[in-house]
């Protein structure tokens, strides 16, 4: 008796470690290639703005070896990104949290993982209100693997957008100014100083953002914000890039390449450039773009392969007390652990290894202060007046005793036609 209790402690024990680390395997280190995709761009972005009922998708992939159980929800939330008051019921036709029943299983890769796509709208739910919204993903345990944003708007007002060399003297070759007018459709906003808010980004990066302004003055029912420092923005510089569509090449931008358990490709050195003279180089903005040469279904048949990059940096700017991230959209731009570079002093670089998932891709380097502030007067890049950025402004209002902000216009504007 004492014998068959002792199997079955045993049996317990090994079915709970197996159990156990099954659940663990599926965290959000496992998550990469996040992306929302629109049915009409052949590319890939962290972030999503789009016109209320419009069609788009979100994809990412999980590195392990077996297919996972993932579910999502879907929060609708004010301007300021807080949760709003509505109820699901009243933004979602339909319902959330339930299983995502699209994906794949990676084929003819080492880096064996599996494809998950979810599409907005799908057969359980459609959204039915704009706004800010926050999607969440989730594991069978419950235990959140990763969260994005996304806006919806409706056309009800006019975005004109332009951009602007700095009136200051102090910067004009260093920032661009965004600015623009708002038009609504229909009639006047009711106290527009209170019910209407604004958010400008750069390069569908939320994280290089301004909110809070009112309109500098009104010109009839036309909203007018023609700040200067208020709305100023650093120029930076066009991202550096790389190509590794077909992983068995070395090019321009790819010194070597070797293979272990998955390839490896060892990017040549970039260099800091502060103090250098602005060169066009055309970008997509931080976006990225999944392509395998060798596939006709390159969302499982790209490969995953060890990036390594470096850099060497300018002794005059950097010190003990600056850190380096490598960043774009395809790590939405997060100054985290995985993404820091580590100085190595036997040459005198900085660098790190990402593994990505082979295609085209934008990134650039960010310096921080050691509480990971972003010291933007401290491009590595350089700051530059002729760079191409793209900047959006998102409009919101709330009409008096209404109980969310609505999205009422968006528009962008490229700084390739910027003016003075």
């Known amino acids: 008796m004492k014998k068959m209790k002792k199997i079955c402690l ?13 659940g663990q395997e599926t965290d959000a ?14 590319k890939q972005s962290n972030f999503y703005v789009g016109e209320l009922f419009q069609s788009f998708s979100i994809t990412f992939d999980v590195l392990t070896g077996y297919e996972s159980d993932i579910y999502y929800t879907i929060d609708h939330c004010n301007y300021d990104w807080n949760k709003s008051k509505l109820l699901k019921s009243e933004y979602l036709h339909g319902f959330d949290d339930v299983k995502i029943d699209d994906y794949y299983s990676s084929f003819n890769t080492y880096q064996i993982y599996t494809h998950y796509k979810l599409n907005i709208p799908n057969n359980d739910l459609k959204i039915t209100k704009s706004g800010n919204y926050i999607i969440k993903f989730f594991d069978e345990y419950g235990q959140e693997l990763f969260q994005r944003k996304f806006i919806l708007f409706e056309n009800l007002s006019a975005v004109g ?49 301004i909110m809070g302004l009112k309109p500098m003055y009104n010109k009839g029912k036309k909203l007018v914000y023609k700040y ?6 650093w120029g930076g510089n066009e991202y550096l890039y790389f190509d590794n569509k077909n992983i068995r090449n070395t090019s321009v931008r790819i010194r070597s390449y070797d293979l272990t358990d998955i390839y490896s490709n060892f990017l040549y050195t970039d260099i800091s450039r502060i103090g250098k003279k602005y060169t066009y180089n055309p970008d997509i903005n931080g976006n990225f773009v999944i392509n395998n040469i060798n596939s006709n279904e390159d969302y499982i048949e790209a490969d995953y392969v060890n990036i390594y990059f470096s850099l060497n940096p300018n002794n005059k700017f950097y010190n003990s007390a600056t850190d380096i991230y490598v960043v774009g959209s395809f790590n939405d731009y997060e100054l985290t652990n995985e993404n820091k570079m580590i100085f190595d002093y036997s040459t005198n670089k900085f660098k790190i290894k990402l593994k990505l998932k082979q295609g085209f891709y934008n990134y650039k380097y960010i310096a921080t202060d050691k509480f990971k502030k972003i010291i933007k ?17 998102v409009v919101y209002y709330r009409e008096n005793g209404g109980r969310y902000d609505k999205v009422v216009g968006y528009s962008n504007a490229s700084s390739e036609f910027i003016t003075n």
């Open 10 to 22: 045993i049996f317990k024990i090994t079915f709970f470690i197996c159990f156990g680390s099954f």
């Open 29 to 42: 280190e496992k998550i990469k290639s996040i992306a929302f995709d629109k049915f009409d761009e052949n």
């Open 161 to 209: 957008v332009e951009i602007k060399r700095s009136r200051d003297l102090q910067f004009i070759n260093d920032k661009q100014i965004v600015n623009f007018e708002i038009n609504p459709r229909a009639s006047y906003f009711n106290r527009p100083e209170k019910n209407v808010k604004v958010l400008i980004y750069k390069n569908d990066n939320l994280k290089d953002s």
């Open 228 to 233: 200067d420092k208020e709305l100023s923005f």
């Open 377 to 393: 007067n401290l491009n590595v890049g350089g700051n530059f007046d002729e760079t191409e950025n793209k900047y959006s402004v």
